[in-house]
C-alpha cells in the first residue's frame, strides 16, 4: 500500500504584489542580494536579548550543570528524610519518598521552567503544601 500523494499547494492570488524576491530572476541576483542583506545585519541585534530562567548569567556548562543537580539531588534527600522524621512521609512508603525527592530534584536543578518541572512542582504542592515554602 503507497502513501497518499501530498496536496497540492495553494495558488498563489493573481492581485499578490511581487516581492523583492519575485524580482531578482536569476541565481547571481539572489546571491547577491542576500549578501547584501547579511553584510547589514548588526552582531549586537542578532544576540539573545533575554535570559531563560534558571540560569546563571553565563549559562549552565556541562561542570556547573553536573555540581548543580547532585547538589538538587542531596538537597532532596535530606528535605525528605526531614519530611519523613516529622511523619509527613511514612517511614514504610518507600515509593512516595522516591518520587518525592524525584520532584524535588527536578524542581531544585538547573534548566528552564519545562512541562516536566511544572509537574513536579504541582505534585508537591498537592501531596505537600508545607514543603513549598522550602521552593520559593
Request: aromatic share 4%; charged share 30%; hydrophobic share 30%.
Amino acid at each position: 500500500m503507497t502513501p497518499p500523494p501530498p496536496a497540492a499547494r495553494k495558488p498563489r492570488s493573481p492581485n499578490r504584489k511581487a516581492g523583492i524576491w519575485d524580482t531578482l530572476k536569476t541565481p547571481e541576483e539572489r546571491s547577491a542580494y542576500a549578501k547584501e542583506l547579511a553584510s547589514r545585519r548588526n552582531p549586537k541585534n542578532m544576540a539573545r536579548t533575554c535570559q531563560r530562567p534558571g540560569t546563571p548569567k553565563g549559562g549552565w556548562d556541562h561542570q556547573s550543570a553536573a555540581v548543580a543537580k547532585t547538589t538538587a539531588r542531596i538537597e532532596a534527600e535530606t528535605l525528605v528524610s526531614k519530611l519523613q522524621a516529622e511523619g509527613t512521609i511514612a517511614a514504610e512508603d518507600t515509593e512516595g519518598a522516591k518520587a518525592t525527592a524525584e520532584a524535588l530534584a527536578i524542581v531544585r536543578g538547573p534548566g528552564g521552567i519545562t512541562q516536566r518541572r511544572k509537574w513536579a512542582k504541582r505534585l508537591l504542592r498537592h501531596y505537600h503544601p508545607e514543603s513549598m515554602e522550602v521552593l520559593s
